[in-house]
T-cell receptor, first 116, second 118 residues
Framework: DGGITQSPKYLFRKEGQNVTLSCEQNLNHDAMYWYRQDPGQGLRLIYY???????QKGDIAEGYSVSREKKESFPLTVTSAQKNPTAFYLCASKRTGRGASTDTQYFGPGTRLTVL | AQKVTQAQTEISVVEKEDVTLDCVYE???????LFWYKQPPSGELVFLIR??????QNEISGRYSWNFQKSTSSFNFTITASQVVDSAVYFCALSEFLSSGSARQLTFGSGTQLTVLP
């Protein structure tokens, strides 16, 4: 089955620790995204990548880091510099190129991170 | 900057009632896309519809319909004969080019929590 997988589903972290959230897709999509969702709010963009070995900061990149070494994978590291990391994290991907269909982002199931 | 407003934070209806979710957007782009996503309790966002800014035709898909009006910058979503399984958070989103012009970014509204009671 084609889709986007995120792991783990739930993650607990102690203050001061870095943690890495996994995002994998087998849709052959070029672009991948990380969003953060806080209760009662919409999604905010953390980082995005349009091509392997290239990524750009979104609106709330401080305290986060990413890598894009493979087309299928876009892991997100939440560093100790992120002051309020407890949130729901969603990964998305989409095709690139011309046409309306390339503008639709498809989402993974999410990872709920809690800082203890 | 782009902005999406979903003024209805929570809506409760009884099963079989019709319900309309409002979405108002702001953009300076002439070409943009509008989306609706559904987020059930499991958390995953499910894509429902995409609408091009040049296409103001309303769309119906089963019990779902969408009313896009450029004149009022609105893209409202109606569920006819609602069912308990429709209970979810619904997000409206706007896609337009980033300032660099190299990529599009999705801007989300804050979502509307729909509860359909049996």
């Amino acid at each position: 089955d084609g889709g986007i997988t995120q792991s783990p589903k739930y993650l607990f972290r102690k203050e001061g620790q870095n943690v890495t959230l996994s995002c994998e897709q087998n849709l052959n999509h070029d672009a991948m995204y990380w969003y953060r969702q806080d209760p009662g709010q919409g999604l905010r963009l953390i980082y995005y990548s349009q091509i392997v070995n290239d990524f750009q900061k979104g609106d709330i990149a401080e305290g986060y880091s990413v890598s894009r070494e493979k087309k299928e994978s876009f892991p997100l590291t939440v560093t100790s510099a992120q002051k309020n990391p407890t949130a729901f994290y969603l990964c998305a991907s989409k095709r690139t190129g011309r046409g309306a269909s390339t503008d639709t982002q498809y989402f993974g199931p999410g990872t709920r991170l809690t800082v203890l | 900057a782009q902005k999406v407003t979903q003024a209805q934070t929570e809506i409760s209806v009884v099963e079989k009632e019709d319900v309309t979710l409002d979405c108002v957007y702001e953009t300076r782009d002439t070409t943009y896309y509008l989306f609706w996503y559904k987020q059930p309790p499991s958390g995953e966002l499910v894509f429902l519809i995409r609408r091009n800014s040049f296409d103001e035709q309303n769309e119906i898909s089963g019990r779902y319909s969408w009313n896009f009006q450029k004149s009022t910058s609105s893209f409202n979503f109606t569920i006819t004969a609602s069912q308990v399984v429709d209970s979810a958070v619904y997000f409206c989103a706007l896609s337009e080019f980033l300032s660099s012009g190299s990529a599009r970014q999705l801007t989300f509204g804050s979502g509307t929590q729909l509860t359909v009671l049996p």
